[in-house]
């Protein structure tokens, strides 16, 4: 049974940064993608990087570019989600969630991952 468990969310102030790790546990593919994803209240859950952990190509929304980046430390399972220059519009629940294969053309699509983490809390106010 795969699990995943994210933590690193908190308050942060505007131009901060945090980082936000996910833990992979269980068995896997030996070739699997990582979806980061994020959920502000009363909006739709946004797909924001996706990365295959085979050849480490990683997509980024354009709402984070230049500010958020992934990293996978294959040893420990863990992939980090670092994100700088944080703004209010940040403010969400950040997920990750795990799915077998590479990033697809189209990556950010909630209903292709199948099995999620339980979600950590970020909140960029002054």
């Known amino acids: 049974q795969v699990q995943l468990v994210e933590s690193g969310g908190g308050l942060v102030r505007p131009g901060g940064s945090l980082r936000l790790s996910c833990t992979v546990s269980?068995?896997?593919?030996?070739?699997?993608?990582i979806g980061w994803f994020r959920q502000a209240p009363g909006k739709k859950r946004e797909g924001i990087s996706c990365?295959?952990?085979?050849?480490?190509?990683?997509y980024y929304a354009d709402s984070v570019k230049g500010r958020f980046t992934t990293t996978t430390d294959n040893g420990l399972k863990t992939n980090y989600l670092v994100m700088n220059i944080l703004k209010s519009e940040d403010t969400a629940d950040y997920y990750c969630?795990?799915?077998?294969?590479?990033?697809?053309?189209?990556?950010?699509?909630?209903?292709?991952?199948?099995?999620w983490g339980q979600g950590t809390q970020v909140t960029v106010s002054s």
């Open positions: 990365t295959s952990t085979t050849d480490g190509n990683t």
């Open positions: 969630a795990i799915e077998g294969g590479f990033c697809p053309p189209i990556w950010d699509l909630e209903q292709d991952y199948h099995k």
């Open positions: 269980g068995d896997t593919l030996d070739y699997y993608r």
